[in-house]
């Protein structure tokens, strides 16, 4: 059974850096993709950033390429999202999402499968 945790989130003035945290266990690892989505009011979820497993591959919105890193300690079994020069309209829900292999475009949102509840991100 898959299960997704994510913390980090908070306050943060714009210019400002956040780390979120997803622990994640039930899955395996090489034969699945994680990642980082957010949903601001009114909007529908955007994929943000995605790691390949097997393969660390990483692919970005161009939104926040640049300025977000995804990266995993394979240790921990911990999928981090390092956020730097934040911005107000990245306030949003954060959260972390993983999937099976798919031809669906690695930051469609509505493809993956499991789901974290959610941590809030907040910029001014």
């Known amino acids: 059974h898959v299960q997704l945790v994510e913390s980090g989130g908070g306050s943060v003035q714009a210019g400002g850096s956040l780390r979120l945290s997803c622990a994640a266990s039930?899955?395996?690892?090489?034969?699945?993709?994680m990642g980082w989505f957010r949903q601001r009011p009114g909007k529908d979820r955007e994929g943000l950033a995605v790691?390949?497993?097997?393969?660390?591959?990483?692919t970005y919105a161009d939104s926040v390429k640049g300025r977000f890193i995804i990266t995993r300690d394979k240790t921990k079994d911990l999928v981090y999202l390092q956020m730097n020069s934040l911005k107000p309209e990245d306030t949003a829900m954060y959260y972390c999402?993983?999937?099976?292999?798919?031809?669906?475009?690695?930051?469609?949102?509505?493809?993956?499968?499991?789901w974290g509840q959610g941590t809030q991100v907040t910029v001014s």
């Open positions: 039930g899955y395996t690892y090489n034969t699945m993709c």
């Open positions: 999402a993983t999937r099976r292999p798919k031809t669906a475009g690695l930051l469609n949102a509505p493809s993956y499968d499991y």
């Open positions: 790691l390949w497993i097997g393969g660390a591959t990483t």
